[in-house]
């Protein structure tokens, strides 16, 4: 399957930001999507996560509460609503997926098989 994110862009702290990411597969529900992000220099770090169940629960500490995943199996799609941004937010956010995802395994970046190729959110200060 390939994805492709879209919607990063420059914002002030304190806004907000929707990004998007758009997956080519018939069998899209079957997939686990997340969301990860990565600054030069660190490791790609998770932010978000749904289960193919359409459970959309699993956070960073760092975004909980600002920021919400969503999926649209219909459409292909998934969403990360980002409010209240920070500057320690600035990163590029890469969508990811897999069909063979287990629970206990999903904040972990090895084991996604498909990857996105990132977009920029800038937050000033």
């Known amino acids: 399957v390939q994805l492709q994110a879209f919607g990063g862009g420059l914002v002030q702290a304190g806004g907000s930001l929707r990004l998007a990411c758009a997956a080519s597969?018939?069998?899209?529900?079957?997939?686990?999507v997340g969301w990860f992000r990565q600054t030069p220099g660190k490791e790609r770090e998770f932010v978000a996560a749904c289960k193919q169940s359409g459970t959309c629960t699993y956070y960073a500490d760092s975004v909980k509460g600002r920021f919400t995943i969503s999926r649209d199996n219909a459409k292909n799609m998934v969403y990360l609503q980002m409010s209240n941004l920070k500057p320690a937010d600035t990163a590029v956010y890469y969508c990811?997926?897999?069909?063979?995802?287990?629970?206990?395994?999903?904040?972990?970046?090895?084991?996604?098989?498909?990857w996105g190729q990132g977009t920029l959110v800038t937050v000033s200060s």
């Open positions: 597969t018939s069998t899209f529900s079957r997939y686990t």
């Open positions: 990811a997926a897999d069909n063979r995802m287990i629970s206990s395994r999903i904040r972990y970046v090895d084991d996604y098989d498909h």
